[in-house]
């Protein structure tokens, strides 16, 4: 369990959550949310939700998901989805803090590993409250799946049934999933895949049965067509995000074709898969997986550094409480570096300009998350005590 009798530490977490509340209250505009009541109302009203406007990037699935808006009155949901935004944010933070806690030491250094990482792991979740997207409940639900799995015991089954969630959302998310579930695989057997397969065939069924056959074949066609179209986008940096990703990189700068991009993509993340057969820990492979994902994602948009907050916090521990000086470890110097590229490596401490012109089009941060990764698999895991979270 977190160290959390000292006054400091509890201080510091209903500062977090009253700071979040004031922000969103300050900068709150609900534009995704009034999206998604916009792909509710024409899903409802059997008009398209592909093709020309485009009205959704997520899966056919994923999207007809959002027609159930409209069964609820919109300002109330504005306002509920506004604290339960704040609430997951919180529920990330604690469940972290409990998988990775920091050692016992004085109630200042506490306080300040708090901020530090969460700083550090937070960046652009802002823009996320402000405008009430649901990529705060994707990431949740990653990170309490993980959580489940830890030990194998009891809950693993609904572990992997919330990783796998997402991924009806967001695709490229189906990495962590899929090497998360070949990790439990190897000690639970093959009936460990009827439950990805419960949960895609489930939402297909669903979509079949209130949409009809006609209707899914052509919405996923048109989606196929419109994602693509909206990586180009993303690509070429004409895209609103925050931090692209490393294939946007190939793909802008040295103008290799999406063909050649994909092909580097699915190269890594079967790279990925295959450590997931060797890798017995499942908190360090949550943690590589993420950070692989961020990395060879199209765009890796404020959100993803979501994604990074796992890790984010280990580095922290093992960098700021290991007695060695920085210098002498390579691993503690490159853990250091991405700890605080991260936080300074943003528009709000280096300018909008700046960034703009010099962060994005070479993909900096993106390159500071591959030093992360680099040394994140050298760090000593089993030195972790576990504690499971509430």
């Known amino acids: 369990m977190v160290p959390v009798k000292t006054k400091l530490f509890l201080l510091s977490y209903f500062l977090l959550g009253f700071g979040l509340i004031l922000y969103g209250l300050n900068r709150y505009n609900g534009w995704d949310l009034d999206t998604y009541f916009a792909v509710a109302d024409a899903a409802a009203q059997g008009k398209q939700i592909y093709g020309e406007k485009h009205l959704t990037l997520y899966p056919p699935p994923g999207g007809y998901c959002l027609e159930l808006l409209r069964y609820f009155p919109r300002k109330a949901v504005h306002v509920v989805w506004f604290f339960i935004s704040i609430l997951l944010v919180l529920r990330i933070v604690w469940m972290g803090l409990q998988l990775f806690p920091a050692p016992q030491t004085s109630s200042t250094k506490l306080a300040f590993y708090f901020w530090l990482s969460v700083w550090a792991a937070l960046q652009g979740v802002g823009a996320q409250i402000e405008s009430g997207n649901i990529n705060l409940l994707l990431m949740y639900f990653l990170m309490e799946g993980m959580t489940r799995l830890e030990g194998l015991k009891n809950r693993w089954g609904w572990g992997l049934v919330l990783l796998w969630l997402p991924v009806l959302f967001k695709p490229y998310l189906g990495l962590i999933a899929f090497g998360l579930t070949l990790s439990v695989w190897k000690k ?37 067509s419109g994602d693509v179209e909206h990586i180009h986008r993303a690509f070429t940096l004409s895209a609103n995000a925050v931090n692209f990703g490393i294939p946007s990189y190939f793909y802008h700068i040295f103008g290799w074709p999406l063909s050649a991009v994909s092909g580097l993509t699915l190269f890594f993340s ?114 972790r005590e576990f504690d499971p979270p509430c």
Not at 197 to 215: D, H, N, P
Not at 310 to 328: G, N, R, S, V
Request: glycine share 4%; charged share 15%.
């Open 188 to 224: 639970k057997g093959w009936k460990v895949f009827s439950i990805p397969a419960f949960v895609i065939l489930t939402a297909l069924f669903i979509s079949l049965l209130t949409k009809g056959l006609s209707r899914v074949s052509f919405d996923f066609k048109n989606w196929l």
């Open 270 to 383: 079967l790279l990925g898969l295959l450590y997931s057969l060797y890798e017995k820990n499942q908190l360090k492979l949550f943690c590589l997986l993420s950070m692989l994902t961020f990395c060879i994602s199209p765009a890796s948009f404020s959100y993803s550094m979501l994604l990074l907050w796992f890790p984010i916090l280990y580095f922290t521990k093992e960098t700021l409480w290991d007695e060695a000086p920085i210098l002498q470890s390579w691993k503690k110097m490159a853990g250091v570096l991405f700890l605080f590229a991260l936080i300074f490596l943003n528009p709000t401490f280096t300018g909008r300009a700046f960034f703009n012109d010099i962060i994005v089009p070479h993909r900096i941060t993106t390159w500071f998350v591959v030093l992360g990764l680099l040394s994140l698999g050298r760090l000593d895991w089993d030195k």
